[in-house]
């Protein structure tokens, strides 16, 4: 009877099915390939589970020399420095043990630039902007910057009191970042900044008397005057220039997937107080300064 009953069955699941699909498109449709990395898509954040570059492991990049205080001997890896504990926490939260953590150096300007990246999420000093947000997304911010002034005792600009008084001495800062966007933008300076490739050469021109000043984040400022060039001081911080905090982001493709996951991992560590405790265990150097109006 199960032989005799067979095809009836057979012809009534078949005209079900072609009914389905003629009616409400419901016929079984093919998985499409890629689709998690399409623009706006949904990313499973399950422990352990993202659609990382490689599986199983979070590929995190930045530039080297990795300055310190945000990370320490230049070894991102060691968990030592605001920027790689920063790192190791996100991936911690979500659901990656520092042994499936691996580190890519990225040059600071790649991180940003237009085109696919080969890392999960780059951490570098990156300040969140809507023209960067046109060629790379962002997770939330982890850390809430100020821009400063860094001259040599001896120079001129280590007198200065306000912003106009910067604007006819010689500035330099590193290419590419919000520090020469400060100069460009607010200073306005007479003579054209002095624009490095690496805050390195920077430093030396500083140092060698080529500029008067530089414009660095406040921890580096204080790092480089505490640690780097004694002969030089923190002369002020800019103020907000738009009613809202600078802020460092962690930098991922533009269309990737994980965005959502890894802000919700800054926004956990920041809530449960990790990021103030990591700020104050590494930054804590990095105290006021008077503000340049």
Not at 59 to 64: E, L, P, R, S
Not at 149 to 156: D, G, H, M, Q, R
Request: charged share 25%.
């Amino acid at each position: 009877m199960h032989l005799a009953r067979r095809p009836l069955v057979t012809t009534a699941l078949c005209s079900a099915v072609a009914l389905c699909a003629a009616l409400a498109g419901c016929a079984p449709q093919a998985e499409e390939k890629g689709a998690p990395d399409r623009p706006g898509a949904t990313a499973s954040c399950a422990p352990g589970k993202l659609a990382t570059q490689v599986p199983g492991k979070l590929t995190v990049g930045t530039d080297k020399p990795a300055y310190a205080p945000w990370f320490a001997d230049d070894e991102p890896s060691n968990g030592k420095g605001f920027e790689s504990a920063v790192a190791y926490a996100v991936a911690k939260e979500l659901g990656y043990g520092r042994d499936a953590v691996v580190w890519q150096h990225v040059p600071f300007n790649s991180a940003f630039a237009p085109g696919a990246k080969k890392f999960d999420f780059d951490i570098n000093q990156v300040s969140i902007s809507d023209e960067r947000k046109k060629a790379v997304a962002f997770s939330s911010g982890y850390y809430d910057v100020r821009q400063a002034v860094v001259a040599l005792k001896s120079s001129k600009a280590a007198k200065a009191k306000s912003v106009a008084d910067l604007k006819d001495v010689k500035l330099g800062a590193q290419v590419g970042t919000t520090s020469l966007d400060f100069i460009t933008d607010l200073v306005k300076p007479e003579e054209k900044p002095a624009v490095y490739q690496r805050n390195d050469f920077a430093k030396s021109a500083l140092k060698t008397g080529q500029v008067d000043a530089i414009v660095v984040d406040l921890p580096t400022a204080f790092y480089i005057t505490g640690a780097e060039v004694p002969e030089a001081e923190v002369v002020g911080q800019f103020a907000e220039s738009t009613g809202e905090p600078e802020q460092f982001g962690l930098v991922l493709d533009r269309e990737s997937a994980l965005t959502s996951c890894v802000s919700g991992a800054v926004d956990a560590l920041r809530e449960d107080g990790t990021l103030a405790g990591l700020e104050k265990e590494w930054l804590s150097d990095a105290v006021d300064a008077p503000v340049l109006r």
